[in-house]
């Protein structure tokens, strides 16, 4: 995830997203909440990216020095690194800013089905050593790691001025997984703004230190 001013850190049923495909939901047990969420999220964000006009990709997003371009790749190659890590294989460089191409609808569709089928088969229960988090079971890496995907999805959303599309559930799970990320990706001198409101999701992206492109 990228600040909203400087730097980066790096459900069951089924979701239909805007252009009208079926996405069938991940068969596995309600134990794997993080994994669940982790897909929902990634869903939200592909429909939000293809909603986006053409005329409007290169929009300034909130994230300084980002279009919604380089917004789109970024996340996409968050996508491509959490696939990595289902499968165990080395980590790509998301930030090269490659991974949108010429078609980031197709691209965020392709990367998409092959983080849900590299999810579909890893074993959620695996632990591992993470540089930041510690010791952490791969199911909960995920659910920390949607509001990536979420957040960004907000990000397309506000920067092309069309609806989200992210409910307030969702909006909450990403507060019980992810809420505690916030002060690792917001800038040292972070002051609330009350401007943002009292809604779940609004709360969550002004604690990432963002402010919409034309104000709360």
Same mark, same amino acid.
């Given at each position: 995830?990228?600040?909203?001013?400087?730097?980066?850190?790096?459900?069951?049923?089924?979701?239909?997203?805007?252009?009208?495909?079926?996405?069938?939901? =991940? *068969?596995?047990?309600?134990?794997?909440?993080?994994?669940?969420? $982790?897909?929902?999220?990634?869903?939200? /964000?592909?429909? =939000?990216?293809?909603?986006?006009? *053409?005329? *409007?990709?290169?929009?300034?997003?909130?994230?300084?020095?980002?279009?919604?371009?380089?917004?789109?790749?970024?996340?996409?190659?968050? #996508?491509?690194?959490?696939?990595?890590?289902?499968?165990?294989?080395?980590?790509? @460089?998301?930030?090269?800013?490659?991974?949108?191409?010429?078609?980031?609808?197709?691209?965020?569709?392709?990367?998409? @089905?092959?983080?849900?089928?590299?999810?579909?088969?890893?074993?959620?229960? #695996?632990? /591992?050593?993470?540089?930041?988090?510690?010791?952490? *079971? $791969?199911?909960? /890496?995920?659910?920390?790691?949607?509001?990536?995907?979420?957040?960004?999805?907000? +990000?397309?959303?506000?920067?092309?001025?069309?609806?989200?599309?992210?409910?307030?559930?969702?909006?909450?799970?990403? =507060? +019980?997984?992810?809420?505690?990320?916030?002060? $690792?990706?917001?800038?040292?001198?972070?002051? /609330?703004?009350?401007?943002?409101? +009292?809604?779940? $999701?609004?709360?969550?992206?002004?604690?990432?230190?963002?402010?919409?492109?034309?104000?709360?």
């Amino acid at each position: 995830m990228r600040q909203a001013r400087q730097s980066d850190l790096c459900c069951p049923g089924s979701v239909t997203s805007a252009n009208g495909r079926m996405q069938t939901g =991940v *068969k596995m047990s309600e134990a794997h909440s993080g994994a669940r969420h $982790l897909i929902r999220c990634a869903h939200l /964000f592909d429909a =939000v990216l293809a909603r986006i006009p *053409k005329d *409007k990709w290169g929009n300034q997003t909130c994230c300084e020095g980002w279009a919604i371009t380089d917004c789109a790749s970024h996340a996409i190659g968050v #996508m491509v690194n959490l696939k990595h890590r289902a499968i165990g294989a080395e980590p790509v @460089d998301y930030q090269d800013g490659s991974w949108a191409g010429p078609d980031p609808s197709a691209s965020c569709r392709k990367h998409l @089905d092959a983080l849900v089928a590299a999810i579909q088969e890893a074993d959620l229960a #695996m632990e /591992f050593d993470h540089p930041i988090f510690g010791q952490v *079971k $791969l199911d909960d /890496f995920f659910g920390m790691m949607a509001y990536d995907l979420l957040v960004h999805a907000w +990000d397309l959303a506000d920067a092309a001025s069309i609806e989200h599309g992210i409910d307030e559930i969702t909006a909450e799970v990403a =507060v +019980d997984k992810s809420g505690h990320l916030s002060s $690792l990706v917001r800038s040292e001198d972070y002051e /609330f703004n009350p401007a943002c409101g +009292d809604g779940v $999701l609004e709360r969550l992206i002004e604690s990432t230190g963002r402010t919409p492109v034309n104000g709360w």
